[in-house]
């Protein structure tokens, strides 16, 4: 990490219903002999200071990881936000000198080691940076003001906001594009077929 940036926490976003996958847990299906939240911890751990885990239900599950886990503080499987809110509200109380949350998502097995780096380096004063690749956007691979709670709160709890996109735009946002050479570092496993890809990938 570089030694001139601020604190910067992570979240790992694993609180979906999961439902292409046939439910259950996504994260914890195994890829390559292991679960594939140990590829996608093993790739955003080194990269920030404090991590948690956000995810619904029994966190006794996760019990392996040795992580802090969060649930969505917003009912109803409220999406995407509400976990990077949930990753937010941790770091504020468990991480006070962290400015920046950084959100990953548990079936990415690819992510760039340098994600955080280059989402921070390339901010220019914007309060989130959002990964890209291969022309389309990744706003649930992006690094968070940690100012920004009490906008998210709202925009979840009062105005019923659940597309990450819609939210997004009301803030100052950065898109930073990685390549897709020799893969698509932000592939994400959503279906069966999409983890028999993985392992081939991984070969």
Avoid at 62 to 67: G, I, K, P, T
Avoid at 139 to 164: F, H, M, N, Q, Y
Wanted: glycine fraction near 10%; include cysteine.
């Amino acid at each position: 990490m570089d030694a001139d940036r601020p604190e910067i926490a992570g979240v790992l976003l694993a609180g979906g219903l999961s439902r292409r996958m046939g439910g259950g847990d996504k994260a914890l299906r195994l890829l390559a002999g292991k679960p594939m939240l140990a590829h996608v911890l093993d790739r955003a751990q080194p990269q920030v200071g404090a991590l948690v885990l956000n995810a619904n239900g029994d966190s006794s599950r996760f019990a392996a990881f040795d992580l802090p886990c969060v649930a969505d503080s917003v009912s109803g499987f409220a999406g995407p936000l509400a976990g990077v809110l949930a990753g937010l509200d941790w770091a504020a109380a468990n991480a006070p000198d962290a400015e920046f949350v950084a959100s990953f998502p548990a079936d990415a097995p690819f992510l760039p080691r340098d994600m955080v780096q280059r989402l921070y380096d390339a901010r220019g004063g914007a309060a989130i940076s959002i990964a890209a690749s291969g022309g389309r956007t990744h706003p649930v691979c992006a690094l968070w003001s940690v100012g920004l709670r009490a906008d998210l709160r709202r925009a979840l709890t009062v105005e019923d906001i659940r597309k990450v996109e819609t939210w997004i735009a009301r803030h100052k946002s950065v898109v930073v594009d990685f390549g897709v050479d020799p893969i698509d570092p932000f592939f994400n496993a959503n279906a069966p077929e999409d983890l028999s890809r993985a392992e081939a990938l991984l070969r």
